[in-house]
């Protein structure tokens, strides 16, 4: 059995005078001296002493960058500026060797785009070990935020017969071979001898679902992988990324903010109280890599800076009228500095979000009551006809982070709203029986996991925040 101290664990309490082993990775390896260990346990390193008259010169030479090493010996207080304590080597085994020569990464900056093309060492950099042990934060806060106030997990499925936001951007799921597949009279693919006897998708979000278990358990949320082929490559766009759905019965769009709002707050102001280290890291990084940036290049604010921004501050709430209003009388769209046009009607984009939180109110957003012809057909009628209540909530330098509605509960309105919107009704049977029967009001909204974890991490491309992104023609790992 392999017996070893974790990092972490040294350094939360650390027993001077004690003999230590520990098992990580080289850092840094300065002056044929200093050796720099991580193990992952967190974003500290710990400083190994090595006096090299002690140990075998291949030993010595073994100690690369990146190598894996065992080290046991004293932990002592560290006679050197940077850390507070270190260990003097007495043993020292390199588990795993790493030849600067051959290996891919180089003790030097390299480019995200050349650490995502090599996916499998890139966690080991600062950057990227940060960034997924943040990634686990977020993931472990949405969980212990809902069981904490009375949500149940719901797992919905993956393979999915329908589309719930009817975009028609889902990837099917066959077993048919594209050459050889069987077709009907009409000379269509017969999707009636398939695998599941229809025609099935990856799905595009568990809403749909998660509505039948808030109909019966009250209070629910699905966490899980959603799938979209939207050709959109972009830095905020990913073809497969974790969705977080809550779905709560007996609950209007303002109960809908509320619960966004709040979860927000608590997902960034866990990672802030238990992952201080990680975003030091990390907001130091970004300091760096913008310093030669002319300053209007540069982010608004720094990372921590900017975590606080959402946690102290309520959010704005506005209507999507209101908002459309405000852009068309602001500076830089009367100096025609937007890329997209903006009239009442339209979808808003990106650079009009951002423009709202970090120009405007200079504080996160909520804005609701979009047209209806902009969104999907389950939405809430408002009672002016020409809205529904659905709300997005915007961060800043990310844009839009939550999407969510009120849900339509009234069977009648519901059946005409997907007429309008070419939603076939014998695929959706189930879905309009949950309002003929026990119907209630509800709501529910969707998170973008890797929205909020780039959010956190203050990532400049979403790629960057999930370990195997898949992207347009992106899917290697
Ligand atoms: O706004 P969306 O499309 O909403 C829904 O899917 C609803 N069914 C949610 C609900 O009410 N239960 O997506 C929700 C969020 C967006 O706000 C965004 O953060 C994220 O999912 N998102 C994406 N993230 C990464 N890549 C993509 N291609 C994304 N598309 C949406
Ligand atoms: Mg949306």
Redesign the pocket.
Known sequence: MILRTEIATILKAPPIGETVTVMGWVRAWRGNRFMVLNDGSSAETLQVVVDGEQFDEETIRGIGFHAAVSVTGELVESQGAGQAVEVIAKELTILGKTDLSTYPLQPKRQTMEFLRENGQFRMRTNTFSSVFRLRHAVAFAINKYFNDRGFYYLHTPIITGND??GAGEMFRVTTFEPDSAPRDEAGAVDYGQDFFGKGTHLT????LQ?EIGALALGKVYTFGP?F?A?N?NTS????E?W?I???IAFADIDNDMDLAEDFCKYLITYCLENYLSDLEYLDARIVEAEKNLPKDKRRPMGLLEMLRFVVEDDFARITYTEAIDLIMRSKPYKKGRFEFPVSWGVDLQAEHERWLVEKHFKKPVIVRDYPKDIK?FYMRLNDDDKTVAAM??LFPYIG??????QREEREDVLRQRMQEMGVHEEELAWYLQLRTFGGAPHA?????F???VQFITGMGN?RDVIPFPRAPRLADF
Do not use: C, K, N, W
């Open positions: 719930a936001e595009v979000s568990g809403q998660a959603t979209r939207e959109s905020r766009h990913l073809a990324f969705m759905e809550p779905e999907a997005d909530v839009e982070v939550i999407g969510g509605s529910g909204f969707g998170l973008g890797e929205r909020m979403i």
